[in-house]
Protein backbone atom coordinates (compact mmCIF):
# COMPACT_ATOMS: atom_id res chain seq x y z
CA UNK A 1 0.00 0.00 0.00
CA UNK A 2 1.01 3.50 -1.26
CA UNK A 3 0.43 6.69 0.95
CA UNK A 4 1.59 10.46 0.87
CA UNK A 5 2.41 12.58 4.20
CA UNK A 6 4.11 16.06 4.02
CA UNK A 7 7.54 15.80 3.98
CA UNK A 8 9.38 15.75 7.63
CA UNK A 9 13.44 16.27 7.45
CA UNK A 10 14.34 12.93 9.12
CA UNK A 11 12.69 11.53 5.87
CA UNK A 12 13.69 13.51 3.55
CA UNK A 13 17.36 12.63 4.70
CA UNK A 14 16.54 8.50 4.48
CA UNK A 15 15.49 9.23 1.19
CA UNK A 16 18.02 11.44 -0.13
CA UNK A 17 20.95 8.83 1.49
CA UNK A 18 19.07 6.22 -0.48
CA UNK A 19 18.60 7.89 -3.55
CA UNK A 20 19.18 6.15 -7.03
CA UNK A 21 21.83 6.84 -8.70
CA UNK A 22 20.18 8.58 -11.68
CA UNK A 23 18.97 11.05 -9.45
CA UNK A 24 22.56 11.36 -7.56
CA UNK A 25 23.98 12.19 -10.78
CA UNK A 26 21.09 14.96 -11.74
CA UNK A 27 21.59 16.47 -8.11
CA UNK A 28 25.61 16.69 -8.61
CA UNK A 29 25.02 17.92 -11.84
CA UNK A 30 22.46 20.89 -10.91
CA UNK A 31 23.86 21.42 -8.08
CA UNK A 32 27.60 20.40 -7.67
CA UNK A 33 28.93 18.55 -4.23
CA UNK A 34 26.13 19.28 -2.20
CA UNK A 35 26.65 17.24 1.01
CA UNK A 36 23.18 14.86 1.50
CA UNK A 37 22.46 16.36 4.92
CA UNK A 38 22.45 20.33 3.20
CA UNK A 39 20.20 18.57 0.57
CA UNK A 40 17.94 16.81 2.17
CA UNK A 41 17.61 20.12 4.52
CA UNK A 42 16.85 22.15 1.34
CA UNK A 43 14.23 19.98 0.00
CA UNK A 44 12.65 19.71 3.48
CA UNK A 45 12.49 23.46 3.82
CA UNK A 46 11.27 24.00 0.17
CA UNK A 47 8.66 27.10 -0.06
CA UNK A 48 5.45 24.88 -1.46
CA UNK A 49 4.02 21.79 -1.32
CA UNK A 50 6.35 18.80 -0.32
CA UNK A 51 5.58 14.78 0.05
CA UNK A 52 7.04 11.52 1.03
CA UNK A 53 5.93 8.39 -0.71
CA UNK A 54 5.53 5.57 1.53
CA UNK A 55 5.55 2.23 0.35
CA UNK A 56 4.32 -0.70 2.77
CA UNK A 57 5.90 1.33 5.77
CA UNK A 58 9.02 2.51 4.53
CA UNK A 59 10.03 6.31 2.71
CA UNK A 60 10.49 5.60 -0.92
CA UNK A 61 10.47 9.03 -2.49
CA UNK A 62 10.28 12.62 -1.75
CA UNK A 63 8.78 15.23 -3.88
CA UNK A 64 7.73 19.14 -4.35
CA UNK A 65 6.80 22.13 -6.23
CA UNK A 66 8.81 24.89 -5.13
CA UNK A 67 7.30 28.55 -5.07
CA UNK A 68 10.69 30.21 -6.40
CA UNK A 69 8.13 33.59 -6.85
CA UNK A 70 4.92 35.14 -6.88
CA UNK A 71 4.52 33.38 -10.59
CA UNK A 72 6.97 30.60 -10.87
CA UNK A 73 7.12 27.13 -9.20
CA UNK A 74 9.91 24.45 -10.08
CA UNK A 75 8.65 20.54 -9.95
CA UNK A 76 11.42 18.39 -8.15
CA UNK A 77 11.29 14.59 -6.68
CA UNK A 78 13.57 11.67 -6.06
CA UNK A 79 13.08 8.23 -5.82
CA UNK A 80 14.89 4.76 -4.30
CA UNK A 81 14.93 1.93 -6.11
CA UNK A 82 12.60 0.31 -3.89
CA UNK A 83 9.86 2.18 -5.18
CA UNK A 84 7.19 -0.38 -7.14
CA UNK A 85 5.47 -0.12 -10.35
CA UNK A 86 2.17 0.53 -9.06
CA UNK A 87 3.12 3.20 -6.34
CA UNK A 88 4.44 5.10 -9.51
CA UNK A 89 1.07 5.11 -11.10
CA UNK A 90 -0.23 6.41 -7.59
CA UNK A 91 2.40 9.02 -7.83
CA UNK A 92 1.71 10.39 -11.23
CA UNK A 93 -1.33 11.20 -9.93
CA UNK A 94 -0.32 12.94 -6.77
CA UNK A 95 1.27 14.78 -8.71
CA UNK A 96 -0.35 15.65 -11.38
CA UNK A 97 -3.34 17.07 -8.81
CA UNK A 98 -0.63 18.70 -6.94
CA UNK A 99 0.51 20.68 -10.48
CA UNK A 100 -3.24 21.32 -11.34
CA UNK A 101 -3.58 23.37 -8.17
CA UNK A 102 -0.88 25.47 -8.90
CA UNK A 103 -1.00 26.25 -12.79
CA UNK A 104 -5.28 26.63 -12.57
CA UNK A 105 -5.56 30.65 -12.06
CA UNK A 106 -8.58 30.51 -9.44
CA UNK A 107 -6.24 28.38 -7.14
CA UNK A 108 -4.58 30.72 -4.50
CA UNK A 109 -0.82 29.42 -5.09
CA UNK A 110 -1.35 29.52 -9.02
CA UNK A 111 1.71 29.86 -10.65
CA UNK A 112 1.62 30.66 -14.00
CA UNK A 113 4.81 28.79 -14.86
CA UNK A 114 5.79 25.92 -13.44
CA UNK A 115 9.12 24.32 -14.56
CA UNK A 116 11.02 20.94 -14.46
CA UNK A 117 14.34 20.33 -15.04
CA UNK A 118 16.38 16.79 -16.59
CA UNK A 119 19.34 15.42 -17.05
CA UNK A 120 20.24 14.85 -20.72
CA UNK A 121 20.67 11.48 -21.95
CA UNK A 122 17.84 10.50 -18.68
CA UNK A 123 14.83 8.85 -20.46
CA UNK A 124 13.06 7.62 -16.85
CA UNK A 125 12.98 11.52 -15.73
CA UNK A 126 11.92 12.85 -19.36
CA UNK A 127 9.28 10.25 -19.62
CA UNK A 128 8.06 11.03 -15.47
CA UNK A 129 8.22 14.80 -16.56
CA UNK A 130 6.22 14.32 -20.09
CA UNK A 131 3.27 12.44 -18.49
CA UNK A 132 2.53 14.82 -16.07
CA UNK A 133 2.10 17.88 -18.75
CA UNK A 134 5.50 19.38 -19.26
CA UNK A 135 6.58 20.57 -22.70
CA UNK A 136 10.38 20.48 -23.33
CA UNK A 137 11.41 24.09 -23.80
CA UNK A 138 15.04 23.14 -24.58
CA UNK A 139 18.54 21.89 -24.01
CA UNK A 140 21.42 23.90 -22.34
CA UNK A 141 24.25 22.75 -23.08
CA UNK A 142 27.31 21.99 -21.05
CA UNK A 143 25.25 23.63 -18.28
CA UNK A 144 26.01 20.78 -15.42
CA UNK A 145 28.83 21.09 -13.06
CA UNK A 146 30.52 18.67 -14.62
CA UNK A 147 29.54 19.72 -18.55
CA UNK A 148 26.41 17.43 -18.60
CA UNK A 149 23.28 18.78 -20.64
CA UNK A 150 20.38 20.29 -18.72
CA UNK A 151 16.73 20.01 -20.04
CA UNK A 152 14.58 22.43 -19.02
CA UNK A 153 10.74 21.52 -19.15
CA UNK A 154 7.52 23.61 -18.74
CA UNK A 155 4.12 23.86 -18.03
CA UNK A 156 2.20 27.41 -18.49
CA UNK A 157 -0.67 29.37 -18.56
CA UNK A 158 -1.71 33.23 -18.55
CA UNK A 159 -0.57 35.87 -16.51
CA UNK A 160 -1.67 36.61 -13.19
CA UNK A 161 -3.55 39.45 -12.56
Do not use: C
Not at 32 to 41: M, N, S, T, V
Not at 90 to 119: D, F, G, Q
Amino acid sequence: MSTFTALTLAESLEVVRGMREWDRRAVRSLLGDIGEEDFAASRWSTDGPAWTVHQGGEQVAIGGLQFVNAWTGVFWFLATDRMAGQTWGKLLRHTRTVISNASNPAHEHYRHRIEAYTLGGWGGAERLVERLGFALEGTRRAAGSGGEDINTWAITGPAKG
